[in-house]
């Protein structure tokens, strides 16, 4: 097994490797002067030189490539060309939302998606799975930001004033201030690891709510989370209600299953010791390939709803050409692919013993 | 008693009896027979023609201010047979916030997304296939290079690469396509590298290679045709995901760029009314929604029906 892990590490370096690459070929390429965008037009031709000086531009290409993969190796991704700040705290601020945002909507769609899924194959062609299976065909093609907008107008404008009102846009009720962790547990002079943990726990609302007990401020960083998690997630669910129906319903129908039935097994208990730990593959492969459609997505989602997370910050920072922020974001997020996909693939082997590496 | 019919008789002109079976009318009738796949068909039919009709069906040109026909920007829909009054004119989804038609609007919409679901794909099936088919047959280095390559490609969120494509290559329509088409390449590549790999095994391929047969006619004459069902499956399947990316860049102002009626755009340009004038989101909104809901069960039926492992 751990020649498998080890395996599985080394193929994808050169996969991050061609990663790299290709971000920095495509931050060279996209038209227009970082400078003349992030300054203004009418800067003058000295302050461009002392920018471009500043950030490594007026060296020769492959130069600027050599220097940028070796401070990635240890660990700098640089700083902003925007406000000069570290990109790796950048990332301390922005991604935890992204994540936190993410976690829900999977969660959601892991949960629902199964539960409907595994309802819709245990009553096949009844009521229930004909409109579960409608449900999901329509779940699949609804886009993020149309969902997102109707969710926002239904239970912010339609349901205003009963209990089901959601606020429709960020993260906090205003007012509501969230002490950073780091402060509360006194760790303010750490500059270390530790502190970087910390500080990115503590970005994440709903965990800092749980850590420091303040049931306030987890109840109402969740109640902002609603909204997005379910639009976020209601195409995953799709997806996954429709894979657990038909993975479910392939192995309802072999021997082994009728041999459960025949001991005398209550349903219930035939679908989940027997059937869904065999039908689970397909759904595992499934989940995880929807992670990379959820930081799609959370682009999508975050600018409905006015969340500064990661794909806001990505997005900015490719319109504004600020090549280090690109370039740092999409290799933590590629990089999380990765890692994601490994799971994957070792989960397989903890799921079905036949595909373990001998 | 039974008659004994003679050996002869039993014998069946081969010049007057069976219809040739063709692939193609079976696999049509197939298709036809899923519920699914007819209420997508509908659905396309309905799309198909307000794209080729729009100009007849839409009472005002889409890109038309018609300020001057007494109306007010951002009005709610206007229907006569729902009590709206008389003296206002009909405008079935209302008015949008340049005081144009937003039905007209919506309609003219159908013709963009039915092009671009097309086209994107077509392009990415074209240039995927193409790599897909040159891996797999040529095998060793260059296998290696274009699947390597095209294992990058997909390690990236599809949205976030494509952004990244439009911003080096400037907004617009045409440009989204791209790079939508350009992000989805390696999806067919892979699928049609890995159905050449057992095909070029075939018996049938072997033979020819032994009459003579060029590595280009073996190619394109033998190993293409009978690898190309995976791929249509995956083609139908991938035009709605192909029609939800372009409009989500139109919505995040990289594709379609106004006053060009796309839904996408529709919906992002007319964000910031979702409390005021709802109606400008929804509509557009519903329309992106059912053409991706009509392809996704017209491919979900033609995936059915090429496959022969689903019993019917």
Redesign the interface.
Known sequence: MTTYIVRRLLITI??LF??IV??FA?TR???GDPCRILLGERATDAACNVFSHAHGLDLPISQQFVSYLGSVSRGDLGNSFRDSRPVTALLIERLPMTLELSIFALLFATIVGITLGVVSAYRRNSAVDVVTMAFA??G???????LG??L??TF??LLKGTPFALPPSGRLTPGLSVVPLAVRWGLQNDHGILRAIVDFLSNMYTVNGLLSAQWGLFLDALRHLILPAVALGTIPLAIIARITRSSLLDVLGLDYVRTARAKGLSDGRVVRKHALPNAMLPMVTIIGLQI??L???A??TE??FGLPGV?QA??DA??SHDFAV?EGF?LV??LA??VINLIVDISYAYLDPRLRPS | MAAITSPADRLIDPLTTTRTASLWRDTLANIVRQRNARVGLVILGILLFAAIFADVVAAYNPDKVLFDQGIKRLSAPCIHLLGCPATTPEHLFGIDANGRDEFSRVLHGARISLQVGFLTVGFAIVIGSLLGLIAGYASGRIETVIMRTMDVLLVFPALLLAIAIVAALGPGLINAQLAIGIVAIPVYARIMRSSVLSVRQSDFVTGSRALGESPIGLVFRRILPNSLTPTIVAGTLGIAGAVLDVAALSFLGLGAQPPTSEWGSMVGQDRGYLFTAPHLVFFPGVALAMTVFGFNLLGDGIRDALDPRLNR
């Open positions: 050169p996969v061609g990663v290709l971000v495509i390429i996209l038209p065909n329509l699949v093609s609804i886009p993020v930001f149309v907008l109707l926002a107008f912010a404008i990379g459609g930081l799609s997505g682009v999508l600018t409905i794909g990505t997005y490719i319109t690109i999409v997020i590629a692919f990765l």
